[in-house]
Structure formats: structure tokens, C-alpha cells
């Protein structure tokens, strides 16, 4: 059974800074990986969605890689804004429904 | 305007009752989901219907049920036999699912609480 892995679990950064998030799965025949936003007490917004068969997409500040046969992907945001401050949980999806990650709590400091 | 709308946005259940979530979509979506969130933890799949009439139980189903008799429509009902309801829960759609390329998306949410 696919399980996600995220760490860390939270982070604080100076604004303006580079930062790398990461997401880990054992099952590496996933069709998918996701990467969502999650504001406090609301709904999850799609960041960005990379298919088995690439291994990177991009938008805006943000940059998603996927390397299937280590079971990693990360998520990197340049020059880091206070808006940024969020929940990042990513998702893999196979032959079965999506499943997340905890998540990574970050909060970008002003 | 396009998107997945849930309601309520808070809902009260008392000792025994059955409550219900609404979820609604109009992206013209096959897929529908329905997930529970609590504090610090990701999100768990209770339940996902991938046409009208049909559904299949995720990792948590037990205490919960769920109808697909209209394809824009995936309503949650929280029994009574659910011991702890006290959650977020989030309703999802997709174009397809298992397999699929595309990318799932959210409605606001449902926060739950028992009186």
C-alpha cells in the first residue's frame, strides 16, 4: 500500500529566501504526484501536478521534481513571501485514489 | 463560475443523530471523493464514486455512508455509529480516477462538531 511521506513537519524562514520541501512515497508505480496549498480552516488549491512520465513542471516561483525510482519529490519555492505561509501536503496517485502526506507547515517570517 | 461547493460550512451533530454534507459540483467531473481531515494529520479517503450509481469504500468508511444519484451531486452522511465525527471534511473532484492525469480539485470544507 502507497504511503507519503513529508519533512519536515514545519518550517520558518526569513522572507525572501529559497526553500526546498520534501515528499517521499515507497510505491514507485505512481501515475501522479500533486502538490497542494492549504490555508487555515479552508479547502485544499492544486500547486502543481507532474505525470510519471516528466519529471519536473514549473509555476511561477515554484518548481516540482519527481524521481520515481528513488520515491522523492520536492517542492521548491524561490524568494520565499510572507504569503507563502501555508500548509503544503502532497499526493500519489496510482491504480488507486490519491494519498497524502501530513503535510509541511511553513511560515515565512517579515 | 465553476468550481465544488460544500455546505454547511459548520455543522453541530448531536449524541445519536445522522448528519449530512452536502457536496455539489458543476466542472462536469466523473470522479468524486469525500475525505476526513483531523489536526496535524493529512487527509484519509472515506469514500469515492467514480460514475453516477456506483461507489466504493476508502480507508475509513465504517460509520459513514454516501449516495451518487446525480453526477453533480456526492452527499456524505455522518451515522451515528461514527463514534468520533469530530473533523474537516473536504470533497474532492476529478475528471477520472485511478489512473488518471488530472488534477483533483477541493471545496471549502465542512467543519463538524458534536454537542
Known amino acids: 500500500k502507497q504511503e507519503v511521506t513529508q519533512i519536515p513537519a514545519a518550517l520558518s524562514v526569513p522572507e525572501g529566501e529559497n526553500l526546498v520541501l520534501n515528499c517521499s512515497f515507497t510505491d514507485s508505480a505512481i501515475y501522479n504526484l500533486q502538490w497542494f496549498r492549504q490555508d487555515p480552516g479552508k479547502g485544499l488549491t492544486s500547486l502543481l501536478l507532474i505525470q510519471s512520465s516528466q519529471r519536473e513542471q514549473t509555476s511561477g516561483r515554484l518548481n516540482a521534481s519527481l524521481d520515481k525510482s528513488s520515491g522523492r519529490s520536492t517542492l521548491y519555492i524561490a524568494a520565499s513571501q510572507p504569503g507563502d505561509s501555508a500548509t503544503y501536503l502532497c499526493a500519489g496517485g496510482g491504480n488507486t485514489p490519491l494519498v497524502f502526506g501530513k503535510g509541511t507547515r511553513l511560515s515565512v517570517i517579515a | 463560475d465553476g468550481g465544488i461547493t460544500q455546505s454547511p460550512k459548520y455543522l453541530f451533530r448531536k449524541e445519536g443523530q445522522n448528519v449530512t454534507l452536502s457536496c455539489e459540483q458543476n466542472l462536469n467531473h466523473d470522479a468524486m471523493y469525500w475525505y476526513r481531515q483531523d489536526p496535524g494529520q493529512g487527509l484519509r479517503l472515506i469514500y469515492y464514486?467514480?460514475?453516477?450509481?456506483?461507489?466504493q469504500k476508502g480507508d475509513i468508511a465504517e460509520g459513514y455512508s454516501v449516495s451518487r444519484e446525480k453526477k453533480e451531486s456526492f452527499p456524505l452522511t455522518v451515522t451515528s455509529a461514527q463514534k468520533n465525527p469530530t473533523a474537516f471534511y473536504l470533497c474532492?473532484?476529478?475528471?477520472?480516477?485511478?489512473?488518471?492525469?488530472?488534477?483533483?480539485?477541493f471545496g471549502p470544507g465542512t467543519r463538524l462538531l458534536v454537542l
Open positions: 464514486s467514480q460514475i453516477v450509481n456506483d461507489f
Open positions: 474532492a473532484s476529478s475528471m477520472r480516477t485511478l489512473g488518471g492525469q488530472e488534477t483533483q480539485y
